[in-house]
C-alpha cells in the first residue's frame, strides 16, 4: 500500500522557534509537494520539489523554507513560527502520470 | 494562468437524493483531472481521476465524473447520497507532459456536503 508519512499530527509551538515538518513517501516520487490548508481557503501551495535539491516557491511562500536532501524526503521549515502559521499542514506526492497522494496531515498551533 | 474554480461553497442535500459538484478549469495544456474527498481531520482521499479516453469515469462509493472539454468542466455525479458522504471534496488539475515543473496540482477552494437524514 502506497504511503506519505508525516512526522506528526499535532504539534503545539512557541512564538519565535524552529519548526521542523518532515514527510516521507515510498513510491519513489519524483514531485513532492507541502500545502497549508485553512477553512474557506482551500489548499494552498507553499512549495513543491520536482527533484532532490530542486525546489520551487508555490503561491505562499514567505515565511517558509524546504530541504529535500533525498528523495523519498521533504522537510518544511518554520524559520521563526508565528501564530498566523497555525494552521493544517498536508504533504504530498505525485509522478507527472499519477495522482497525488496525502499524508495525514499536521495540524500545528504556535502560541 | 491555471485555476480551478468549484462554484459551491456549500451543499446540503438530503440522503437518497442526488448530487452534482461543479468544478471548472482553466489550464494550457491537455489537463488530467482529480476529485478528491477529504473527512474532517484527515488527508485527502482520491475519488477518481481523468487522464484520457472515456470521458465519463467512474470511482470509488459510487461516484461519478464527466469530463466536456468543450466548457471545461468535470462535474462530480453520484445518483443517490448516503450519510457518510458528508465530507469535503475538491476538485484538481495538473498536466500531461512530463517537465521539471510540470508536476504541480491545482486545487479548487472545495465544496463542502452537507447530508440531511
Known amino acids: 500500500d502506497v504511503k506519505v508519512t508525516q512526522s506528526s499530527r499535532y504539534l503545539v509551538k512557541r512564538t519565535g522557534e524552529k519548526v521542523f515538518l518532515e514527510c516521507v513517501q515510498d513510491?519513489?516520487?519524483?514531485?513532492m509537494f507541502w500545502y497549508r490548508q485553512d477553512p474557506g481557503l482551500g489548499l494552498r501551495l507553499i512549495y513543491f520539489s520536482y527533484d532532490v535539491k530542486m525546489k520551487e516557491k508555490g503561491d505562499i511562500p514567505e515565511g517558509y523554507s524546504v530541504s529535500r536532501e533525498k528523495k523519498e524526503r521533504f522537510s518544511l521549515i518554520l524559520e521563526s513560527a508565528s501564530t498566523n502559521q497555525t494552521s493544517m499542514y498536508l504533504c504530498?506526492?505525485?509522478?507527472?502520470?499519477?495522482?497525488?497522494?496525502f499524508g495525514q496531515g499536521t495540524r500545528l498551533t504556535v502560541v | 494562468a491555471q485555476s480551478v474554480t468549484q462554484p459551491d461553497i456549500h451543499i446540503t442535500v438530503s440522503e437518497g437524493a442526488s448530487l452534482e459538484l461543479r468544478c471548472n478549469y482553466s489550464y494550457g495544456a491537455t489537463p488530467y483531472l482529480f476529485w478528491y474527498v477529504q473527512s474532517p481531520g484527515q488527508g485527502l482521499q482520491l475519488l477518481l481521476k481523468y487522464f484520457s479516453g472515456d470521458t465519463l469515469v467512474q470511482g470509488i462509493k459510487g461516484f461519478e465524473a464527466e469530463f466536456k472539454r468543450s466548457q471545461s468542466s468535470f462535474n462530480l455525479r453520484k445518483p443517490s447520497v448516503h450519510w457518510s458522504d458528508a465530507a469535503e471534496y475538491f476538485c484538481?488539475?495538473?498536466?500531461?507532459?512530463?517537465?521539471?515543473?510540470?508536476?504541480?496540482?491545482?486545487f479548487g477552494r472545495g465544496t463542502q456536503l452537507t447530508v440531511w437524514p
Open positions: 484538481a488539475v495538473g498536466a500531461v507532459n512530463r517537465g521539471s515543473t510540470l508536476g504541480r496540482l491545482y
Open positions: 504530498a506526492s505525485r509522478d507527472v502520470n499519477t495522482e497525488a497522494f
Open positions: 513510491m519513489d516520487h519524483e514531485n
